[in-house]
């Protein structure tokens, strides 16, 4: 594989470095890795903050739905690239640093940390939204039944409302945690070493940008596909007979 | 005579400027079936409602089963074990199969053993008449087997009393009586049992007592032969003159 990629860069001038620059493999490798680690997370991340979000926002203490409305207001009208600069600099710059192994004071909190929790804050505010439009779908009669079956408010939710909001709410979920896996390319500006960022490292070295941007824009089609594959299985296994199609 | 299973004393109750119950007392003893007809709005599934504590009076005490259902610090799931109710549209799971519905609340509010409940969610189904529909969902039934179903549903909790507020308003004709058929066996093996119906036929074979309600408060009460036969207030008379 080495020797064709070599082969094609002396015939054609193609240069794809990452397939047989063992360097270039490597950090793009771990740059692949690192991007499917942020997604994995700031999905999972999100989707908790969503369904805890929307459950808070039905609660009867109020000061709790204000800081979820507060919360949502603030996430959804600001840009993420702000949030991301926003956790990376001005609340990084006041958490405390440690010494590494060779005596360097280090930040606590690592950009990757501040990336993960600026991207799961900016998709769950999303989330708290779609799941309350999946919320509302659910008939407050079916929740009296849970209720005269003794579910407790959270119980019900756990049982009976989650599951069927879940249904209704699965192709806004989908396009949501979509937008999120692209957006992780913004962890770059905090110098995460994910795809993007190590592509541009790459192709500084090797002047190769047509190449490695072919290779991202191969690698993103790859992982979008997977997630809404992965999607449509759970929507299939979550279909109801003798509802819909 | 014993204390009453349910009692219920001068309930209140107001939505906004509505006062859609004022001052309803009835006490219904175990093993008894009462029926409480009425015209639309007076307050029926209003005081249904108030027995398990889905609507939470002004004033007024109920008690069911020595718990004081009116009590500030209420604990609802010792309430709901003993009252079971069903609803004119079913309200199933949609989600969950038939026996799934039947098996949820004994297995996860009520800790019980999975395989017991299992058994018993089996046995209701049979006695539902629903042998064989074990596996099916909610939208796969029709209304009868749904509203069986839910029935099925309610007693897995082996409540004390059975609440049904107008369970066979939204069935065609046919599929009515295999309803009231389930309602039927149920009384007759002596659980209580409040019904709100419109089945007039249904109140005079079966109901030990039948309240008449209009605009939040008992008109008329009596057993069914003698209100069927000579009911003695005017609004009664003119509500039976339209239904019968
Ligand atoms: N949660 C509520 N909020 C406001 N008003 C309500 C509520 N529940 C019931 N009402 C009103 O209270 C009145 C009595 O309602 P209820 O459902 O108890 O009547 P009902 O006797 O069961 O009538 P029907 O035969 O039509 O079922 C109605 O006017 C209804 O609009
Ligand atoms: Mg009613």
Request: glycine share 8%; net charge neutral.
């Amino acid at each position: 594989m080495a020797e064709f990629f070599r082969e094609l860069r002396t015939t054609t001038g193609l240069n794809f470095t990452i397939f047989y620059d063992p360097f270039d493999a490597r950090r793009f490798g771990y740059a692949f890795l690192m991007t499917c680690k942020l997604s994995v997370l700031s999905v999972v991340l999100s989707l908790i903050i969503g369904v805890a979000g929307a459950f808070a926002q039905g609660a009867r203490f109020a000061p709790l739905r204000w800081v979820v409305a507060g919360y949502i207001a603030f996430f959804r009208n600001t840009p993420p690239l702000v949030q991301m600069y926003f956790f990376f600099f001005a609340l990084g710059a006041i958490t405390p640093t440690v010494p590494d192994d060779i005596g360097m004071e280090v930040p606590m909190v690592s950009s990757f940390t501040w990336a993960l929790v600026a991207l799961s804050l900016f998709a769950g505010a999303f989330n708290v939204e779609i799941f309350r439009s999946g919320i509302e779908a659910v008939p407050r009669s079916t929740v009296e039944a849970a209720e005269s079956l003794g579910y407790s408010r959270l119980g019900a939710y756990r049982a009976v409302v989650l599951p069927l909001a879940f249904r209704v709410c699965l192709p806004s979920l989908n396009n949501n945690l979509v937008n999120l896996v692209k957006t992780t390319t913004l962890a770059y500006a905090i110098g995460v070493p994910e795809m993007l960022y190590v592509a541009n490292q790459i192709w500084s070295d090797s002047l190769n940008v047509t190449e490695m941007m072919n290779v991202l824009l191969l690698l993103y089609i790859g992982l979008v596909t997977l997630l809404v594959w992965i999607m449509h299985r759970w929507e299939r296994a979550l279909r109801m007979p003798g509802y819909g199609t | 005579m014993d204390t009453p299973l349910v009692s219920i004393q001068a309930v209140h109750k107001r939505f906004g400027d509505l006062e859609v119950l004022r001052g309803v007392s009835l006490d219904v003893a175990r093993g008894e079936v009462i029926c409480i007809i009425g015209p639309s709005g007076s307050g029926k599934s209003t005081l249904l409602r108030c027995v398990n504590a889905l609507v939470r009076p002004e004033s007024g005490r109920i008690t069911v089963a020595g718990i004081d259902v009116t009590a500030a610090k209420l604990d609802p799931i010792a309430l709901r074990r003993r009252v079971g109710m069903v609803f004119q549209q079913y309200n199933l799971f949609p989600h969950r199969t038939a026996l799934q519905n039947v098996m949820m609340a004994p297995v996860s509010v009520l800790k019980q053993d999975k395989r017991e409940v299992e058994a018993r969610a089996r046995a209701l189904m049979a006695k539902v008449r629903l042998q064989g529909k074990e596996g099916a969902y909610p939208g796969e039934l029709s209304g009868g087997q749904q509203q069986r179903v839910a029935i099925a549903r309610s007693l897995c909790m082996q409540p004390d009393v059975m609440l049904f507020d107008e369970v066979t308003a939204a069935l065609d004709p046919e599929t009515v009586k295999e309803v009231l058929v389930t309602i039927r066996d149920l009384a007759e093996e002596g659980m209580t049992c409040l019904l709100v119906t419109h089945e007039m036929g249904f109140a005079r074979d079966l109901a030990d007592h039948v309240y008449f309600t209009d605009r939040g408060v008992i008109v008329e009460h009596a057993p069914p032969a003698e209100f069927f036969g000579n009911p003695k207030d005017a609004r009664t008379r003119e509500f039976l003159g339209q239904v019968l």
